[in-house]
């Protein structure tokens, strides 16, 4: 018999290639120099210092650090409360807690009020080992709901200060899932686009891959093997996916080509779906698909194995693109 190892979070690994360059704790690093810089910047957490980067802010400004305990909802009336003091409460703790665990109290104490406070999910869809229980495979379609919600996932750790700016000069609430722990290098920091747009990180003669988070990484693998196949994909990444860069998305499908959507999320109420309700309300005619999670809970495994498992592996980008193509 086969007995599989123990899984936790610190061995559940990195889902790109060895050898991709990262960036560690570009999250603890970006909020603690912002916080410097900006006395009305709070930091509030529920239990989960070191997870979420933010010790480093515990340990320099002590004063303005808040850790509520396990109380994920308290923790959000805490939040509105500060945000209507004047303050600006930076809100940290897993996916799964900041938005399923703590929804109704994100709805009327934060998003009703258009409160200014920023939710901060750590370990999006299957980059976590903890099963349905932790596994935020639901969080964007849950804030991408709530009317003035931003919601935004960055894909490269060069990118995580300054959308972190972004975010907490943007007046209003605002969520971003976040992978935890190191994120790859892919970007230079300029090259963040402003909240609403989207990234054109390469142009493709067949046809698109539009993408988030980690899954832009995927892809970028992806795209080597389809080019071994004679296939030019181009890729998007999306790290505004409320609002959404309609202007751009429209104007790729606009050109008729094959367009693939490749999310860390369910494939229901994500990203995907945003992609193919713009198509779909546009009256555009083209071989669109999304590439997610289906319809299903996952288990708790380590990240590589959940992401072979459930098709979200650079392997399943290609298959799934080419087929789009007619090249399968």
């Known amino acids: 018999m086969t007995v599989r190892a123990p899984i936790t979070i610190a061995n ?18 970006a ?5 410097e810089a900006d006395p009305r910047i709070v ?33 959000m009336c805490v939040a509105s409360g500060m945000a209507r003091s004047g303050d600006i409460p930076v809100v940290n703790t897993f996916g799964v807690f900041a938005t399923r665990r703590s929804f109704d109290q ?11 406070v920023k939710l901060v999910g750590f370990m999006p869809g299957l980059t976590s080992p903890g099963g349905p229980t932790h596994q935020a495979t639901d969080d964007v379609a849950l804030m991408r709901s709530l009317p003035g919600m931003v919601v935004v996932e960055p894909a490269c750790g060069m990118h995580v200060a300054p959308l972190l700016a972004q975010l907490i000069a943007h007046d209003g ?20 686009p402003p909240l609403g747009k989207a990234q054109v990180v ?25 080019a071994e196949q004679g296939i030019e994909a181009g890729l998007v990444n999306v790290t505004s996916i409320k609002p959404l860069d309609t202007a751009l998305i429209a104007s790729l499908a606009a050109e008729g080509k094959p367009l693939l959507v490749a999310e860390n999320h369910s494939i229901i109420g994500g990203l995907g779906s945003a992609v193919a309700e713009l198509i779909a309300e546009s009256g ?15 288990e708790g495994a380590g990240a590589p194995y959940l992401f072979r498992t459930y098709g979200l592996s650079p392997a399943a980008i290609a298959q799934r693109f080419a087929g789009l193509a007619g090249r399968s």
């Open 12 to 29: 559940s690994g990195a889902v790109w290639r060895p050898g991709t360059a990262v960036e560690s704790k570009a999250y603890g690093r």
């Open 31 to 35: 909020l603690l120099a912002l916080a």
């Open 43 to 75: 930091c509030l957490g529920a239990d989960l210092t070191g997870p979420t980067e933010t010790d480093l802010f515990r340990d320099t400004l002590p004063d303005r650090f808040f850790n509520i305990g396990i109380a994920e909802a308290n923790l």
């Open 106 to 116: 994100v709805v009327l104490q934060i998003a009703y009020p258009r409160a200014n």
């Open 173 to 192: 609430p605002a969520y971003m899932r976040i992978k935890r722990g190191d994120l790859p290098k892919l970007f230079t920091p300029d090259s963040l």
């Open 202 to 226: 390469r142009p493709g003669r067949d046809g698109w891959i539009i993408a988030s988070g980690v899954m832009v990484t995927l892809a970028l693998e992806a795209l080597d093997a389809l």
């Open 284 to 298: 555009l005619s083209l071989r669109f698909a999304r590439l997610g999670i289906d319809d299903v809970f996952a």
